[in-house]
């Protein structure tokens, strides 16, 4: 993929500077989240998740249409929550890693954030990469993983590292 | 002024598409603000306040410094709230009508925002211009501001049309 016309860019090319217009508003609104949850249909009954998304109230979803188009990925969640306004919050989210590896991350790259929340992207593309290498089927590969998931957005504690699988190897896990 | 090149903008020229990474900041993290207020030292006893700001956590205070000099006015203001990771909150803030007729107003009028906050904005434009005119010296003035207020942001009652002052004169005031 050119990463400067992600899928779906046609129309947007007629619009100047949409590029840099995306990498704003995901600075304002965007989040990469990584999170570690239990399933235990996974072989070490965690699993990792992965999304990127920009959230907004229902009136600006064609925004977010937009996104959709843009990337060429992803889709348009509707929330629970609602905002200030009492607005049904959407979201529109790119879980896909394939999508992930070869759209988003590559945009960003390319295209690079200019708050701290770059630090949050480098961290998810550090997790993606980990992920493509099959690192996260490892349980020290899983520990890492957490460990940058605690670094990321809301900064909260890691539920895989703070559980009994994770504690009963002090030697993988320092805390 | 140019509004394709606001004061301090020449750093900025450097980087490519920066007008439309700053509309995008600005459709997520922007507010444009009018608020009429009580004020014994006015004529009418209500003030007209009015505020473009972009607010972000303290780590990417940097980001609010660049608008700085971008637009070439205003100001960094400590908010005293935090946000949810503990971060002091600080606001990119102009408040001075004459900096938002001859930079902030044409800037977007030039380069215009893609979401609902582009409405805010008209709004915002509408009430600076009466201004301009004089018109929030009048009462029938500031009903319509008041009113113009009800149907911005958070789209709360005005506390001017709740008025003793504005409810003693029901021709002028129709709820």
């Known amino acids: 993929m050119d990463s400067e016309k992600p899928s779906g860019a046609v129309n947007q090319q007629e619009r100047p500077g949409f590029e840099q217009w995306v990498v704003g508003f995901v600075d304002g ?10 399933n235990s249909g996974c ?4 699993q ?28 348009i969640i509707e929330n629970n929550r609602r905002d200030d306004h009492r607005h049904q919050l959407m979201r529109y989210a790119v879980k896909r890693r394939s999508d992930l590896i070869c759209r988003i ?15 949050d992207f480098e961290s998810f593309r550090v997790v993606i990469t980990m992920m493509q290498k099959g690192l996260h089927l490892t349980f020290e590969g899983m520990v890492k993983i957490a460990g940058i998931t605690e670094t ?7 539920r895989f590292l703070e559980s009994s699988e994770a504690i009963r190897q002090p030697s993988l896990v320092r805390r």
Chains 1, 2 share one sequence.
């Open 29 to 38: 609104e965007g989040c990469f989240s990584i999170s570690v949850v239990k």
């Open 105 to 119: 991350i590559p945009f960003f790259e390319e295209h690079p954030l200019r708050t701290t929340k770059r630090q």
């Open 152 to 158: 990321m957005n809301r900064k909260q504690r890691s």
């Open 48 to 75: 990792v998740q992965h999304e990127f998304s920009v959230t907004q109230a229902s009136p600006s979803r064609t925004v977010l249409e937009g996104l959709v188009e843009f990337f060429g990925c992803g889709s």
């Open 43 to 46: 072989r070490l009954g965690w």
